[in-house]
């Protein structure tokens, strides 16, 4: 069941970052610093003025599923996203740092970039490119029906999850390191990134529960295995979802502090 697995980001989705290189400018990284002193280099991690942004809140009405309709699955992605987007407006705009919503992309099939190539990632159903400021979401054959809803929202909310760590020079800091990192440090690097999109999920998903499924559900998405080049850098199941309850029971980006976690926590 856990096909999409948290293999939704980039470098990956949970492979977030198409490519372990450093991202492409992105029109707004001007903007970000004219509007901010967002720090820069492993300040950027570890001392993000997000993680001082209050408990998330959300008040949006989604649609009902009762069929994998690909308009049907459209429009509940597509409410998900948009809720996501005032959501994380608040949140920035409470620290002072300057905000603006990614693109996104519901594809029946992979497609391609024009930064970071084929897009979501071979294994992945969802990969956020920073380049171009787009998460692409790949929706799959089965369809979204009521009982897929809590997967199809967390492969939205982790995708997000890596836009903000964008806009704050997170990912920066993360690919700036890669550069100079051997094997085992990559692969912790990008752990860290991983869990804390997964973290940052459940903030977001925490602040829509009203609209949400049981968080059973989403505890189920954790269940059966995974690969391990994707355990290597997305961390194990467990783990993420240790990450992704973190966010879910604080309600605040604060509680997602992994690059000042011990190793034995982003394993």
């Not at 599923?65 to 409410?79: F, I, R």
């Not at 693109?103 to 990969?127: I, S, W």
């Not at 700036?176 to 903030?203: I, N, T």
Request: proline letters at 6%.
């Amino acid at each position: 069941m856990l096909a999409f697995l948290l293999v939704t980001t980039c470098a990956v989705g949970p492979a977030s970052q198409a490519t372990p290189m450093r991202s492409a400018p992105s029109p707004y990284r001007a903007l970000v610093h004219r509007w901010t002193s967002v720090p820069i280099g492993e300040e950027a991690a570890v001392r993000s003025p997000l993680y001082g942004a209050p408990e998330a809140t959300a008040e949006c009405e989604l649609p009902l599923v009762w069929t994998g309709d690909w308009t049907d699955q459209k429009n509940y992605l597509s409410a998900v996203s948009a809720c996501l987007d005032r959501i994380w407006a608040r949140e920035f705009e409470k620290v002072n740092v300057f905000f603006t919503k990614p693109r996104r992309e519901f594809v029946l099939e992979r497609v391609h970039d024009p930064q970071c190539g084929t897009m979501p990632v071979a294994g992945a159903e969802g990969t956020y490119c920073g380049a171009t400021s787009t998460y692409y979401v790949l929706v799959g054959g089965d369809g979204l029906w009521p009982w897929s809803r809590a997967e199809a929202a967390q492969v939205v909310a982790h995708e997000y999850g890596h836009h903000v760590q964008y806009l704050t020079n997170i990912t920066d800091y993360r690919d700036f390191a890669l550069e100079s990192a051997k094997r085992s440090a990559a692969d912790l690097l990008s752990r860290r990134l991983e869990l804390q999109a997964e973290c940052l999920s459940g903030v977001a998903i925490r602040a829509m529960e009203r609209t949400m499924p049981p968080w059973e559900q989403f505890e189920g998405l954790y269940s059966g295995t995974l690969a391990r080049r994707w355990v290597r850098d997305h961390g194990r199941l467990s783990t993420q979802l240790l990450w992704m309850e973190r966010g879910f029971r604080s309600g605040r980006p604060g509680a997602c502090t992994t690059w000042t976690s011990l190793k034995s926590e982003v394993t």
